[in-house]
């Protein structure tokens, strides 16, 4: 008689695979599919369109979604600009403020531990010209202010620095950045991208010239975001970097993704009414998963600030054990190590190598993305599951072993064989 091995019994109301990687990116929320259905389908129209009630609908839809991004970041209307996408308004904002204040001078100011989409295209200004100078951060993932002080010179035109990380979770202080640049006079850009719909963000109280947002962060759809470029005290000009029809201010040229923006519009509102409940609850799921873990393991420690932090967020570091092979080991829970955008090299996350963690230690380091849709029964699951595979992984490591024993680890002589 053949036995048949049954699999262990899941906790009510958990469904695998669980997601738990929301800053990669979010599903999307149904109130928000609801809203773009009809713009796919009947309402059809070119906002760009005057002539007829279909162009006329779909513009208006647009104006919509304006107003309510700009409620969620306490900006108006007719300070959004739309785009594909957070690396567009990034590029934009980076590459149409160098290009118009050329003449001001050619000195950008950003930091080590920022998005691809924000180095890569500062590392392009310096291709044609610009000098870029990247601040360090500490191992808290902070900027110090008095380096920012330090690095600005009568050429500096732009200072760009993310609100949030998106690895480590760790919050900028915007505000103060934000001040210096005004007192400087010095336009200050800031990816926002993890920070909007999180977190309150305030362009004014915050002095923030251009900011940066996406919709598929925040449980909008993929394909869309906007550019918050201020229009008084002081006025912002940016170089468009698509030429065509003159759409968006002249600075974004294109028909405009209309279902993708009602979509975005709406995100942004539900963020709004929502997101001082979703924080307390956030937090709460957060704590519960780090202190099961802590309490759990030995060896392992949380990455960045957490005085300063994203609510969803946990980056923790299980030395030891090779991330790689711990992903493998939770193939059922949907969480990263690295970024997803530069997930494809094997090489140790730069974010924490900026902290000043050695590769072994970055190598071990996981990214736990909380959201929405998550529950404390997911968190209860996965942390049993992360606690279960990291041990069974620590029996088969002689370093840990070692480690446990009192042993340093960088001073031991290895033996070639």
């Known amino acids: 008689m053949s036995t048949v091995l049954s699999e262990p019994k899941l906790p009510a109301g958990v469904k695998l695979p669980i997601y738990m990687d929301n800053h990669a990116t979010t599903a999307m929320d149904p109130r928000v599919l609801e809203a773009m259905i009809p713009f796919f389908s009947n309402k059809f129209g070119n906002a ?25 970041i306490g900006a108006t209307a007719k300070e959004i600009i739309f785009t594909s996408g957070a690396t567009e308004s990034n590029n934009l904002a980076i590459k149409g ?32 010209g610009y000098r870029v100078t990247y601040l360090p ?6 900027i110090e202010m008095e380096d920012l002080k330090r690095a600005i010179d009568d ?5 760009t620095i993310m609100a949030a990380n998106n690895e480590i979770g760790v919050i900028q202080p915007v505000a103060e950045i934000g001040k210096l640049c005004h007192e400087r006079g010095i336009l200050f850009h800031t990816d926002a991208v993890q920070a909007v719909g999180k977190i309150p963000v305030d362009v004014n109280a915050m002095n923030i010239d251009v900011l940066s947002l996406t ?3 925040i449980y909008g759809p993929k394909g869309v975001g906007a550019l918050y470029v201020r229009r008084r005290n002081p006025r912002v000009q940016i170089a468009a970097q698509m030429d065509g029809g003159g759409h968006e201010r002249g600075m974004r040229s294109g028909t405009l993704n209309v279902p993708g923006i009602v979509g975005l519009g709406k995100a942004c509102e539900i963020a709004r009414l929502e ?22 393991l030995d060896f392992i420690h949380v990455n960045g600030s957490m005085e300063h932090h994203l609510p969803g967020n946990l980056n923790m570091s299980f030395i030891h054990v090779e991330g ?19 997930s494809a090299t094997l090489e140790p996350s730069y974010v924490l190598k900026a902290l000043g ?34 041990r069974k992984l620590r029996e088969l490591s002689p370093l840990y072993e070692m480690a446990k024993e009192g042993i340093d680890l960088t001073k031991v002589q290895w033996q070639a064989h």
């Open 324 to 342: 790689e092979s711990l992903l493998m080991g939770i193939n059922d829970i949907a969480v990263s190590s690295g970024s997803a955008c530069t």
């Open 215 to 217: 919709a598929h962060k």
């Open 97 to 128: 403020i160098g290009e118009m204040y050329r003449e001001r001078g050619n000195h950008i100011i950003t930091q080590v531990t920022e998005h691809k989409a924000v180095l890569d295209t500062c590392k392009r200004m310096e291709k044609q």
């Open 357 to 390: 963690l050695g590769d072994d230690v970055a190598h071990s380091s996981i990214r736990f993305g909380l959201g929405r849709f998550n529950t404390p029964a997911e968190v209860d699951y996965v942390a049993d599951k992360v606690v279960d595979v990291v």
């Open 275 to 296: 997101m001082a409940e979703e924080t307390e609850k956030l937090l709460a799921m957060r704590d519960r998963l780090r202190k099961k873990l802590e309490s759990n």
């Open 48 to 72: 760009a369109s005057r002539n007829h009630s279909f162009g006329w609908e779909a513009e208006q839809a647009v104006d919509l979604a304006r107003e309510q991004i700009a409620k969620l």
């Open 155 to 159: 050429k500096t035109i732009l200072v």
């Open 137 to 142: 951060v500490n191992a808290d993932g902070l």
